[in-house]
């Protein structure tokens, strides 16, 4: 059983590869890989009913391009 705490993932790419990942540490946003350059996900004070239980939800509030 894995007992690793998770987030939900709101808004954002219709395309990313998971909406349901890894909670960060304490003071710290989701930052997600995709397409050259990362998306940003901010913590709220909701949380949602999941396969994966019930979990703080994250909502998407930027992107930012890798340099190159």
């Known amino acids: 059983m ?3 705490a998770k987030v939900l ?8 590869p ?3 990942v890894p ?3 304490p003071q710290n ?3 997600i890989e995709l ?3 990362y998306e940003h996900f901010r913590p709220t004070s ?7 239980g019930r979990l703080p939800v994250y909502e ?6 890798m340099p190159g």
């Open 2 to 4: 894995n007992d690793t």
């Open 9 to 16: 993932l709101e808004g954002g790419p219709n395309d990313l």
């Open 18 to 20: 998971e909406r349901i």
């Open 23 to 25: 909670m960060p540490p």
């Open 29 to 31: 946003d989701v930052k």
């Open 35 to 37: 397409r050259n350059g």
């Open 46 to 52: 909701r949380h949602a009913d999941t396969a994966a």
């Open 60 to 65: 998407w509030w930027e992107r930012t391009e």
